[in-house]
């Protein structure tokens, strides 16, 4: 998991640099080893994560940000403004750290939908108006959230 | 490719205009903040694509593709953490009609 870390770590550093002299590349090397070397050890989730679903998740997450976006568009540029803000308490089944966060981070990313609290298995959401709580309120993103996670055996 | 390009770009142009005019429109902190979300996940994503598409495929184009995945990842999280300031303040959500 550390050598990972600092694989990604170097990479990300060769990307910023733009530069390849052995000093540029050796200093890289040298933090990023350090900084995972200091790194706490965490404790490992017992969710495992599906690379494959994420993939698949991201354009669904994509067009749904697009087909909302434009309606909150629409909303914001009637000359009635046709707002109907509340607060929808959602019940979901996820309550792993990772699946939380993914939701939460979803919610708040599709424009109408905000997250304003987060516990597990309850999120309280603020929504502009009726239409766009609906895919919330039938738990579509839940569902595609879950087959990402799937409950793995773990400590 | 320029075309694609500076179709992205105008199309997350209308985003950020449509997103300011909301911010100016809407009555409070609540709503305003969706407006701030159409600005973030469609207006500055659709720009930094179309960047990214008239860059080609380049170091630079790595790094709008770095930038793209950290306004997504961290957008939302400065958006929450707004919205729960505000509502853990007591400011009214206004449900139902607002003036």
Redesign the interface.
């Given at each position: 998991m550390r050598i990972m870390g600092a694989i990604l770590l170097f990479a990300f550093w060769l990307l910023l640099s733009d530069s390849f002299d052995p000093a540029r590349v050796g200093a890289g090397a040298f933090f990023a080893g350090l900084v995972m070397w200091l790194q706490p050890a965490r404790k490992t989730s017992t969710h495992k994560f599906s690379w494959l679903a994420a993939l698949g998740y991201l354009p669904w997450l994509t067009g749904r940000i697009l087909k909302s976006g434009l309606h909150v568009s629409r909303l914001i540029l009637d000359p009635k403004l046709p707002i109907s803000p509340r607060l929808i308490h959602h019940h979901t089944e996820l309550d792993g750290d990772g699946e939380l966060v993914v939701l939460g981070n979803s919610i708040t990313l599709t424009p109408g939908t905000i997250t304003v609290e987060v516990a597990p298995g309850e999120l309280v959401v603020h929504a502009i108006d009726e239409a766009s709580s609906v895919d919330l309120r039938e738990g579509v993103l839940d569902a595609k959230i879950g087959r990402m996670f799937s409950r793995g055996a773990g400590t | 490719m320029t075309v694609l390009a500076i179709g992205l770009i105008v199309f997350g142009l209308?985003?950020l205009i449509?997103?300011s005019?909301?911010m100016l429109?809407?009555p409070n902190v609540?709503?305003r903040?969706?407006?701030l979300?159409?600005t973030?996940?469609?207006g500055a994503v659709l720009v930094l694509a179309g960047l990214a598409v008239y860059q080609g495929l380049s170091?630079n184009f790595?790094?709008i593709m770095?930038v793209l995945i950290l306004v997504?990842?961290l957008?939302?999280?400065i958006?929450?953490a707004t919205?729960?300031a505000a509502?853990r303040s007591g400011l009214r959500?206004?449900?139902?009609?607002?003036e």
């Open positions: - | 209308f985003f449509v997103g005019i909301g429109r809407l609540f709503v903040a969706h407006a979300s159409l973030d996940s469609l170091m790595l790094k770095v997504y990842l957008n939302p999280v958006s929450h919205i729960r509502h959500t206004s449900e139902g009609k607002t």
